[in-house]
């Protein structure tokens, strides 16, 4: 959040005319994801760069956030990397020419050469909107957003001036450059599909930076998600905290002084618990607005439990008003909000934050109810969710070898369908990328990701998170990324084609080979899911088995792996880090046959050569630092 309040009354007044004109001729340009149907000129006669030399300088406001300083900073040094001399960096306040000069987010220049009070109606989080005008280049978003947007125009624009494209930590691209022309950007805005971007795994967990270059929103300070998960009693009204009601008697814990405003087995909130609680539970929000002054998003949580409570008051409550469990969630988080709004009003003017509520296991079922019509409507209007709540949908028994508007996940479906009508599309969608009983297997969503993107962006979904493991994985996770990534920035994107293009970058010349294998594992899974196990497509599903995996199968999959590993050789003598590379980047994905092999065709092996596959293995799963074999389970005696 930029604190412009005073600058963002005043020019609102001033800008009016000239932003609804502007709007009104650039509401075409709008575009979800970067790169597609985009046109641009060049300035005749000007230069970012001439022979290797720049005569540009960097701008940044003068209290510029994390988002922007990292644009700066990652513009500056790729350019330095392509073109071999490096463009300074100054804040607005130290800025002694107003040409030639790359903006970054809201600065001063923006004010005197674009002018435009950018609004959160047109450019989503994460989107941001682009102009050259005369020798400068301008790149911004709207105030009190996260700035991110600042962050994405800019590798928007190093595609554009040197071909940069982002793979993996180890495989970034670019083109060398001495002479990048002047882009004539004509003043549009670039919006993502989706405007909330989570890929949840070890990798992106412990590589910030990895994740903002794959555009993945991170749960930061200055983006919200502050108490991701599950935290609801935890975090905001723990049975264990000192109480802070201040009413009679008041002293001991929350659970001493309220016993009431728990289920019987503490572990989730009553929702019922009544308005000392939901001021308890806002005064919480109230401290973390003033901790995190630039985080956007706030989640209310619930307890990674099935049970919820049953008290005489709940199931009354579910009679008179609030249908369902989801019901009484909603109508308490919304007199939460009420509170925490207010005091937002007053103390934090011009501040919007975004709450967010699990349906999740007990509150999975949207509280609603059928007019005469068919019409979905809220079971009544105090489960109708306030207009900053958001619902993170979570259905964690959904099958992801089918479609989530297939018959298979007609339940899930529906649920779904009912949430977006009484939200309108304030929903975040909680998706699973791993088996969590089996990290050494791939896990098939090759062929629904984007189906499943799809139906979210149909339902009016605008964030999407998927979860894989939590510790380091083999089974293609740095493809993965790239491709989901990739999509969920442009829906308009083919999953397929960005397969290719990661393999081709990130394998090179034994890219055919490891396409070959994902498609005998893809035509493998079509088989067993269709034909023997539907339910192999849910995260806990069996697909460590050899009726999916035969001995015939694995020694297939294992003749691309040597293929691959020939196509490389060449390497060995001529550039052996290439080399050195490649074979581990291979031998990453070939631990998925090797593990089969170990598990599930031991008879087909001599003991030496068992002992062997063995040592293979070991070598590289302390190599990549893998440290599970499924969820909370080590590798047992396949490391002996
Ligand atoms: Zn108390
Ligand atoms: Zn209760």
């Known amino acids: 959040m930029k604190k412009k309040t005073i600058f963002r009354v005043i020019a609102s007044a001033l800008c009016s005319v000239l932003f609804c004109c502007c709007f009104a001729s650039c509401a075409d340009n709008k575009q979800n994801g970067s790169g597609t149907d985009k046109e641009i000129t060049v300035v005749a006669g000007e230069y970012l760069y001439q022979n290797g030399v720049s005569g540009y300088t960097v701008v940044l406001p003068n209290e510029s956030n994390y988002y922007e300083d990292l644009a700066a900073n990652e513009l500056t040094m790729t350019l330095e990397k392509a073109t071999g001399s490096l463009i300074s960096v100054v804040k607005d306040s130290q800025l002694k020419t107003k040409n030639r000069v790359i903006s970054l987010g809201h600065t001063e220049l923006w004010d005197e050469q674009v002018g435009l009070v950018l609004s959160s109606d047109d450019i989503i989080d994460s989107g941001y909107y682009i102009k050259t005008v005369g020798n400068n280049i301008f790149i911004s978003c709207p105030d009190y957003t996260s700035s991110s947007g600042v962050l994405y125009g800019v590798y928007d624009l190093l595609e554009d001036a040197i071909d940069y494209e982002f793979y993996a930590k180890d495989e970034i691209q670019f083109t060398k450059k001495k002479t990048i022309p002047l882009y004539n950007y004509s003043g549009y805005i670039v919006n993502p599909s989706f405007q909330l971007r989570n890929l949840v795994h070890a990798e992106m967990r412990d590589d910030t930076l990895t994740c903002m270059r794959y555009r993945l929103s991170y749960p930061s300070a200055t983006y919200g998600f502050i108490n991701w998960g599950h935290g609801q009693a935890s975090r905001y009204v723990k049975p264990s905290a000192p109480c802070t009601c201040g009413l ?88 939460v909000i009420e509170i925490a709004n207010a005091w937002l009003e007053k103390n934090q003017p011009g501040r919007k934050v975004k709450y967010i509520i699990y349906a999740y296991y007990g509150t999975r079922k949207a509280p609603i109810k059928k007019t005469e019509t068919g019409e979905i409507v809220p079971y009544s209007d105090e489960v109708k969710p306030h207009d900053d709540l958001y619902i993170f949908y979570t259905p964690i028994e959904m099958n992801y070898a089918f479609q989530i508007d297939s018959d298979i996940n007609a339940d899930v479906y529906s649920d779904m369908c009912d949430w977006s009508a009484i939200t309108d599309g304030r929903m975040l969608m909680y998706l699973y990328d791993v088996n969590f009983h089996a990290y050494f297997v791939n896990f098939n969503n090759f062929t629904t990701a984007k189906g499943m993107y799809e139906t979210c962006k149909k339902l009016g979904i605008s964030c999407i998170s998927s979860q894989s493991a939590d510790s380091y994985v083999s089974c293609f996770r740095e493809m993965r990324s790239y491709v989901e990534a990739g999509l969920l920035w442009d829906l308009n994107l083919s999953y397929n084609d960005l397969v290719k293009k990661f393999m081709n970058a990130y394998y090179k010349d034994a890219a055919p080979y490891l396409y070959e294998y994902y498609e005998i594992m893809r035509d493998r899974f079509a088989y067993y899911q269709n034909l023997v196990n539907p339910k192999a497509g849910t995260i806990y599903g069996e697909i460590q088995t050899s009726t999916l995996w035969p001995n015939s199968v694995i020694i297939k999959i294992e003749e691309q792996f040597d293929l691959a590993l020939q196509s490389i050789q060449k390497y060995k003598e001529t550039d052996p880090t290439l080399y050195d590379m490649l074979t581990k980047r291979i031998m990453k994905e070939r631990l998925q046959p090797i593990y089969l092999k170990l598990t599930l065709h031991a008879s087909y092996y001599s003991a030496e050569e068992y002992a062997e596959l063995k040592a293979t293995f070991k070598y590289y799963v302390n190599l990549f630092m893998l440290t599970e074999i499924k969820e909370g389970h080590d590798f047992g005696n396949l490391l002996d």
């Open 248 to 335: 009679d008697g008041c002293g001991g814990t929350f659970y001493q002084h309220h016993p009431d405003w728990f289920s019987a087995d503490r572990r989730q909130l009553c929702y019922t618990g009544g308005p000392e609680l939901e001021k308890a539970a806002a005064e919480k929000f109230i401290e973390y607005f003033k901790q995190y002054p630039d985080a956007t998003y706030f989640m209310f949580g619930q307890e990674d439990v099935v049970s919820h409570c049953e008290c005489d008051r709940c199931k009354q409550a579910m009679v008179d008003y609030a249908g369902n469990q989801g019901g009484l969630q909603v109508a308490m988080t919304n007199n």
